[in-house]
Nanobody, 125 residues
Framework: QVQLVESGGGLVQAGGSLRLSCAAS????????MGWFRQAPGKEREFVAA????????YYGDSVKGRFTTSRDNAKNMVSLQMNSLKPEDTAVYYC??????????????????WGLGTQVTVSS
């Protein structure tokens, strides 16, 4: 069993930056692919980014490519999402998720076994 806790959300002006962190409990963190998803009011949950268990591969949704970067520290059971050049349309609740996931399922939220409670990110125009 893995518990995930996100932090770092908040209110920022358009063009600004935020760094989200996700702390994981449990001894199997280094085995899991870790992902970030977001959900805005009235919209479906959207894939944002993911990072392989070793950290060697990263994946990004089209809407955040070039602006967001995900990284992980397996020694500290932590994964992070650095968000730059934020836009009002980035406003959403951001979730950290993890699991043993096939590459083809990286973008599918249903493939992830473990989820945090989310952290709110609000970008003002």
């Amino acid at each position: 069993q893995v518990q995930l806790v996100e932090s770092g959300g908040g209110l920022v002006q358009a063009g600004g930056s935020l760094r989200l962190s996700c702390a994981a409990s449990g001894r199997s963190f280094s085995r899991y692919l870790m992902g970030w998803f977001r959900q805005a009011p009235g919209k479906e949950r959207e894939f944002v980014a993911a990072i392989s268990s070793s950290g060697g591969n990263t994946y990004y949704g089209d809407s955040v490519k070039g602006r967001f970067t995900t990284s992980r520290d397996n020694a500290k059971n932590m994964v992070s999402l650095q968000m730059n050049s934020l836009k009002p349309e980035d406003t959403a609740v951001y979730y950290c998720a993890g699991g043993i996931i096939l590459n083809r399922d990286t973008y599918r939220d249903a493939a992830y076994s473990y989820w945090g409670l989310g952290t709110q990110v609000t970008v003002s125009s």
